[in-house]
């Protein structure tokens, strides 16, 4: 393994493992916005920040060309404080698709402050409570104190954002890592070293970098950014689970693994109105990408959920737009596990694609490979 690689795998895992522990619940985006702020204004020609919150990072060509834009979405899934108990315990709703059995005895944090969501001694559980996932309205956060004039005294309010309190480490393969919110600051760290490693280099197209809001909650700020935006095409990148695990069958379940490459979804989504279907022509030309790159690829279906791309592709006249996935393992849980191996082959195929977006580019349903 050469030194150069050994050094983007520890620069990508780093910027990963510092995004990762900045606090970002949908709707509550603006810490992890501020430092990609930071990051990304020395290596653009303009950025800009919409309302929302969705961030606006664009390379402007020297002469007339396509305009690529290369998503990510900044937000993770949490809860929000429903209300505070006189004794300052608080009540929780669900942001994002929170799994509730992974809830109970996780150490959270409340405008940063450290909690703990409850747990009933083993000693006073009944045969049928220790059998049993207590619902979201059983549940709250105890943050150390006996009444809610202490928690007020922090400045802690109903609407408050709660996330799980959990960093992102190496397992025994270094190779690998695990912990909260890797869905979807992975991909914003990619998104950071694909503009360093874009710095200075003519680009064939004006590439816009967009970090978006309130992905985990309905893909809001993809539609708002590519609207403003309206792109010649698009390349959303995101995470996405991965089978090859004992409870998950590769071949029944899920075919994705960690560690075989990046993922191309095909479909997601299917049978809802919520989802996509592969761009004929963006699928073709990322194919030839990652093939001429020497960049593996999984090809896949996602057929239970979706990325950002099915709201981008539905925009104003329909924008031809890809997915690029980053597989990880234990999705929506404070234990998301994925390998810096696939991050960084994801990293080398849109640095590829950017350097290959040029005019000649067909996007052409039609001349796209049929079946």
Known sequence: ????????????????????????????????????????????????????????????AREPAPHLMVSAHSDEIGLLVKSIEPDGFLRLEKVG?????????????????????????????????????PGLRELYVDLGFDSAEAVHALGIRVGDAVAYDEPVEELANSDRISGKALDNRVSCAVLVLLLERLAGVALPCTLTVVVTVQEEVGLRGAQMA??????????VVDTIPAGGTPDVDYYRDLGIKIGAGPVLALASGMGSTHGHLA????????????????????????PRSTSDVAAV??????????????????????????????VSATLAL??????????????????????
Do not use: C
């Not at 849109?350 to 079946?371: H, I, M, N, P, Y």
């Open 97 to 133: 698709g929170v799994i509730e059995s992974l809830l109970v005895g996780r150490h959270v944090r409340v405008r940063g402050y450290r909690g703990v969501i409850g747990v009933k001694a083993g000693h006073l559980q009944t045969p049928e409570e220790r059998n049993r996932v």
């Open 279 to 302: 761009n004929p022509a963006m699928r073709d030309f990322l194919l030839r990408v990652a093939e001429e790159a020497g960049v593996p690829i999984q090809r896949a279906l996602f």
């Open 313 to 342: 592709h539905l925009v104003r006249g329909g924008i031809p737009a890809g997915v690029v996935n980053i597989p990880r393992r234990y999705a929506h849980s404070p234990v998301e596990t994925l390998d810096l191996n696939d």
């Open 1 to 60: 393994m050469g030194e150069d690689t050994v050094a983007l795998k520890r620069r990508l895992r780093d910027l990963t493992l510092e995004l990762a522990a900045i606090d970002g619940v949908s709707g509550h985006e603006q810490p992890v916005v501020a430092r990609l702020v930071e990051l990304l204004r020395p290596l653009v020609d303009r950025l800009e920040v919409d309302s929302y919150g969705n961030l606006f990072a664009t390379r402007v």
């Open 350 to 371: 849109l640095e590829a694609t950017v350097r290959r977006f040029d005019s000649e580019v067909s996007l052409d349903f039609l001349a796209s490979e049929w079946g």
């Open 226 to 235: 590519t609207y403003r935006l309206a792109p010649t095409a698009a390349i």
